[in-house]
């Protein structure tokens, strides 16, 4: 069911709230979903040097996006339908719960930066798409491709398998058989959805980092390019508050990963709070 495997990633924000919690006696600290270790040193060294917990955040993420983590971070990772590498990604402050969160952000690298100018410089919470990019352009981000070489040939070799696997159901012609393009059937199509669904190791994933400051307060944040091959113009779990991540100064901080379109229903991050703060 959808709730036993939003479940199935939920312990991830749970393990990592509950490690915040405890080194609340000992600050600051930085943790990140994976070893991502280039960036946690990075927003430790800004925390060390008396940096703010934003900044700490912004440039850990940043490190990423550069460094291409895993491949699940940055330009030149999961390529859509298209071929085009888009990015998400949220920044949020624990003591004012303020959040700036990009979405399907094209052609500019540096997403959890974009995102912080939302935050910042606006009164909104999420942009998304060519007017996420626009926003960006406005705020001084340069424009550029994020496709490479690898990307580019990852994608020719996902059309050369008839692109699978897909996100598509119940459409013409099979989405398991067969690239799109993809139209509503006139009546039922002749198979039934295959329960599983389309994610495989290696073909998701994020960064989710929280830091806390000296004095206690806490900021948290992601960056991702999505799943790999994704339809056009979907958005993760990733840039929504409560479900890639969420911060609260009276408890810590938690950030999860996994099945975003799952995690997007359930919000385990927040979840996990509100057993803290209410239950």
């Avoid at 495997?5 to 979903?33: H, K, Q």
């Avoid at 280039?38 to 040097?49: F, R």
């Avoid at 994020?206 to 994704?230: Q, R, Y």
């Avoid at 508050?241 to 927040?270: C, H, I, S, W």
């Amino acid at each position: 069911s959808f709730k036993l495997r939003a479940m199935a990633y939920f312990p991830v924000a749970v393990a990592l709230c509950a490690l915040l919690t405890l080194a609340l006696g000992s600050v600051p600290i930085v943790i990140n979903t994976w070893p991502f270790t280039n960036a946690t040193a990075k927003a430790w060294s800004v925390l060390a040097s008396g940096g703010s917990r934003l900044d700490a955040i912004e440039q850990g993420c940043h490190v990423c996006e550069i460094e291409r983590c895993d491949g699940s971070v940055g330009y030149g990772g999961s390529p859509n339908e298209d071929g085009e590498t888009t990015l998400d990604a949220m920044i949020m402050d624990g003591p004012t719960h303020d959040v700036g969160s990009v979405g399907c952000l094209k052609r500019v690298k540096a997403a959890i930066s974009v995102a912080r100018s939302v935050m910042e410089h606006t009164t909104q919470t999420l942009l998304v798409g060519d007017d996420a990019t626009r926003f960006a352009t406005e705020m001084g981000f340069q424009q550029e491709s994020l496709q490479t070489d690898q990307s580019r040939a990852q994608w020719e070799e996902w059309k050369s398998k008839q692109c699978q696997p897909n996100f598509w159901k119940d459409v013409v012609p099979n989405p398991k058989t067969t690239c799109g393009p993809y139209y509503l059937p006139d009546n039922s199509p002749s198979w039934k959805r295959d329960p599983s669904n389309s994610l495989v190791e290696g073909n998701h994933d994020t960064i989710g980092m929280i830091a806390i400051d000296k004095d206690g307060n806490v900021a948290g944040g992601t960056s991702t390019n999505g799943l790999t091959f994704k339809i056009p113009g979907r958005v993760g779990d990733s840039p929504i508050a409560g479900a890639g991540a969420y911060v609260d100064n009276e408890v810590g901080g938690a950030a999860a990963t996994g099945d975003g379109d799952t995690m997007m229903r359930f919000l385990p991050t927040y979840s996990f709070f509100f057993s803290i703060k209410y239950v």
